[in-house]
């Protein structure tokens, strides 16, 4: 509808060309720029301008065939023009319009072509191979329902295809659909889901930073204080010097130099010449009292502070291994609870909780891993038995690990050193030592781990335990993670 409120024909030009793409209304009377996704000026763009009111230019020619309307002969000539050290795939690309790099591959692939293959050593037979196949695809998309294939790696999204995906790696998975349309619905939605999940990774990275670094900066000052009261230890011992040797000095004086007891060395001691000689050690006793009396509350005042960071450094930790958006939303409930952040009613969570990671040892057992610090507490306390196995990267935030013992083991020398590994390398693969060469993993049986009370969540405190030294790059035992549940 225009300003006369009559109803008026758009065009909606759609620009699908890699991360400039763009979507573009314009009047088609005119060919004038109504809006757009992207806009931009001849200050960034010397060919073109993207702005209401300005005349609608199509994007600069790329000079590429039409596979649709493009001959053999004119393919095969265009292919030879390529350098001659220019492999296939890359060459396909480079002459028809509409193909991605990695459908170039796939394409050189159902053709039974080596992608990599230079163009010096193709002939007639391999271009009419390759030319065949990509026009067979493009019939065969025109008047079928193609299946479709989404090709991941772990929980990135790789790429789409509206036909078989090969040459797929070891570490590479394939989901297909009956559709390309299903396949897109579900490669764009896991891609907004994965933007989504950045963007509240983002915000709650900005977040505890905050409250980092005000408790990074409350450290170096409590440190400060610290320093400056051990220092003050040496009024101490002048006060006693002053009392020792009072009969060698007078009210008046302004210096005297006396031997120490414990070194002897000669101090020079600053008086006030108001005072006598024991009103002068009375002085110094008490600035050695009042700092002992800090030191007491400077030493319960920076384990709390340190408790704090533990507890923001680890929360920070799994924010930044969280794998949806439903496990932020947990970990914002937590802070909510802990006052970090205000409440808000509308994000109690609905139905069941998130559960631990869950994987299985070489060996066959069961291997828990917390996922955030409200799960560590309900995996180590209430889910894990007493004679179950906990694990924990030493002294450095991290998930708690449990293995589940079967009734059969009795004592710690009936684990197998397999199973022991594994559980040790996920507790440091979980952990912020993650790549690192080598990490201190503590375990102990479950029956030895409690939570100090008035602990923040996922904070607890456990002995009798033993060290093992882990490498979490090992490739042998990183095989654990393909083995989640």
């Known amino acids: 509808m225009d300003d006369f409120r009559e109803w008026k024909n758009k065009r909606l030009i759609c620009e699908f060309t890699g991360r400039h793409s763009n979507i573009i209304l314009i009047n088609p009377d005119t060919n004038i720029i109504i809006d757009a996704i992207k806009k931009f000026s001849s200050e960034q763009n010397s060919y073109r301008e993207v702005l209401p009111g300005k005349i609608y230019v199509a994007p600069p020619d790329q000079h590429k065939l039409n596979p649709l309307e493009s001959s053999m002969e004119i393919f095969a000539q265009s292919m030879w023009s390529q350098s001659p050290d220019i492999a296939l795939a890359a060459a396909l690309f480079a002459v028809f319009t509409g193909i991605s790099p990695f459908s ?68 590479y998975q394939v989901n297909s659909f009956e559709s390309v349309n299903e396949a897109c619905d579900a490669f764009f939605g896991s891609k907004m889901e994965l933007l989504h999940l950045d963007s509240m990774k983002a915000n709650l990275n900005r977040t505890l930073k905050n409250y980092l670094d005000k408790a990074y900066k409350k450290r170096f000052l409590q440190e400060g204080d610290l320093a400056a009261a051990h220092i003050n230890e040496k009024y101490r011992v002048w006060g006693e010097l002053l009392t020792s040797y009072a009969h060698q000095f007078k009210k008046g004086d302004t210096e005297i ?51 704090e960071i533990d507890y923001l450094e680890s929360v920070m930790l799994a924010v930044n291994q969280a794998e949806s958006t439903v496990h932020i939303e947990e970990i914002i409930e937590e802070l909510e609870h802990e006052s970090y952040l205000k409440e808000h009613s509308r994000r109690k969570s609905k139905g069941e909780k998130t559960k631990p990671r869950h994987f299985t040892s070489s060996d066959g057992l069961e291997i828990l891993v917390g996922r955030n610090n409200r799960q560590n507490d309900l995996l180590s306390l209430k889910l894990a038995g007493p004679q179950d196995l906990w694990l924990h990267a030493r002294q450095i935030p991290g998930s708690h690990v449990i293995i589940k013992l079967p009734k059969n083991i009795a004592n710690i020398e009936q684990l197998p ?13 979980f952990s912020k030592a993650s790549q690192s060469g080598k990490v201190e993993v503590d375990y102990t049986f479950r029956a030895n781990v409690r939570k100090p009370p008035g602990a923040k969540p996922g904070m607890v405190i456990y002995d009798d335990y033993w060290t093992i030294v882990i490498n979490p790059q090992d490739e042998n035992l990183l095989d654990i993670l393909n083995h989640a549940q």
């Not at 037979?125 to 772990?154: C, H, M, P, W």
């Not at 009396?293 to 005042?301: E, S, T």
């Not at 397999?418 to 507790?427: F, M, N, Y």
Request: proline fraction near 5%; include cysteine.
């Open 104 to 171: 170039a591959r796939q394409l050189c692939l159902q053709a039974g072509l080596d992608p990599e293959l230079p163009v010096e050593q193709c002939g007639e037979y391999e271009f009419i191979r390759l030319y065949d196949r990509v026009t067979s695809l493009l019939v065969q998309l025109s008047q079928e329902k193609n299946k479709a294939e989404i090709l991941l790696s772990g929980q990135q999204l790789i790429d789409y295809a509206p036909y078989n995906i090969l040459g797929i790696a070891p570490d």
């Open 257 to 307: 130099e006396l031997a120490d007891f414990y070194s002897g060395e000669y101090i020079k001691i600053q008086l006030d010449p108001r005072y006598t000689p024991i009103q002068n050690a009375q002085k110094y006793f008490k600035i050695y009292n009042k700092s002992r009396a800090a030191l007491k509350h400077l030493a319960q005042l920076m384990a709390q502070n340190q408790e």
């Open 417 to 429: 050193d397999k199973t022991l590994e594994e559980a040790a390398v996920l507790a440091a693969h």
